[in-house]
């Protein structure tokens, strides 16, 4: 496995580096207790009015994981399939207190998705948010309504496999990314873009 080349540029909790994307994942089971504390963590969330609209499915099981597999982009679907636990994450479009749009549903819903990773790697889990599949398709598959719910991303959830396990031409990026400059993203008084 590959050490972690990321350098913070102010003190940080080291579960913020240590959470990045793997695409090679083990077939080892994820028990269902382990899962229920990752839900929970993303039960948790903040969000606006406390409306908590995310919503998580995901499928362990032989059918629902083909179904769910069958709707991630090819490229997606070549490792990810490797993964014992594949999810997806919906957020609902409006507030179920007025029925108006939340405007706030996806900025909630992937504070939700952090949430979930976080805590995976707590349990020494990674999981993989992927915005690679069949949006149209995806509300069928899932049971969702499309007016009401927006399907935001995939999830592949497991244990760290080996990067030889990657085609070879996918091996070169399995590791933590750095990001850009502090000063990059944050200014005070106002945005600097």
């Known amino acids: ?28 089971e994820v028990p269902e ?7 929970e963590a993303a039960r948790w969330a903040p969000s606006c009015f406390n409306e908590q609209p995310w919503r998580f499915t995901y499928a362990r099981g032989p059918a629902d994981r083909e179904r769910f597999l069958g709707l991630l ?3 997606n679907r070549a490792w990810a399939g ?3 636990v594949l999810a997806f994450v919906a957020a609902h479009r409006s507030f179920t207190r007025n029925g108006k749009p939340n405007r706030h549903h996806a900025f909630d819903a ?7 990773a976080l805590e995976a790697r707590r349990h020494d889990l990674y999981a993989h948010a992927m ?18 719910w927006v399907v935001l991303a995939a999830i592949a959830i497991g ?3 080996p ?31």
């Open 1 to 28: 496995m590959t050490d972690n080349p990321r350098r913070p540029e102010a003190p940080i909790d080291p579960r913020f580096l240590d959470r990045w994307s793997p695409r090679s994942f083990l077939s080892t």
């Open 33 to 39: 207790a382990t899962l229920r504390s990752l839900f």
């Open 73 to 75: 982009a090819e490229a």
């Open 82 to 84: 490797r993964a014992p």
């Open 110 to 116: 992937g504070a939700a998705w952090m949430s979930l």
């Open 131 to 148: 915005a690679g599949f069949d949006e149209a398709a995806s509300y069928e598959v899932l049971g969702l309504d499309r007016e009401d």
């Open 159 to 161: 244990h760290r496999g």
């Open 163 to 193: 990067v030889e396990a990657l085609p070879e031409e996918k091996r070169a990026a399995e590791r933590p990314n750095d990001r850009l400059p502090l000063a990059t993203v944050v200014s005070e008084g106002g945005f600097e873009v």
